[in-house]
């Protein structure tokens, strides 16, 4: 398995986690809105991530195999992943109640998030390694 689907891997893995312990609190904690609002965000978040990284080793696939005939990629999946954001936006402004805002849009976040600091971590960990 490559670095980059390693890397998805983890990315997801991670998020599921946090995703876990975000259900963990919404059981326990009497701040359900919040919870609830940070794993809708967590879970469109984990979505547009997912999809991204499928559209990205498409277009990687696309560029690498030089096929005659085949039907050229001219998009990332950028309005599918605007879609996913507005429609936990639009879930969460029609039953304000049961999610917080602010938590949706911290959830939405996350998973790039997790990425990234994931990306460092290991680019770090793999430099000391051809150090040492």
Known sequence: MNAYKMGIQRM????????????????FSSY??????????????????V????????FGEMLTSKVDGQKKQRSLGTSTRFGLA???TV???KFPQ????????IGLVTPMGIAFIDMFYHNLSEKDETRG
């Open 32 to 49: 359900r809105a919040w919870f609830a609002g940070f794993i809708l965000g967590c879970f469109f978040g984990l979505i547009s991530a």
């Open 91 to 93: 879930i969460t402004i």
């Open 98 to 105: 049961h999610f917080h805002t602010p938590a949706m849009a």
């Open 51 to 58: 999809y991204t990284a499928w559209r990205i080793n498409q």
């Open 86 to 88: 507005v429609l936990a």
């Open 12 to 27: 997801v893995i991670w998020t599921a986690s946090a995703l876990v312990g975000a259900i963990a609190g919404w059981i």
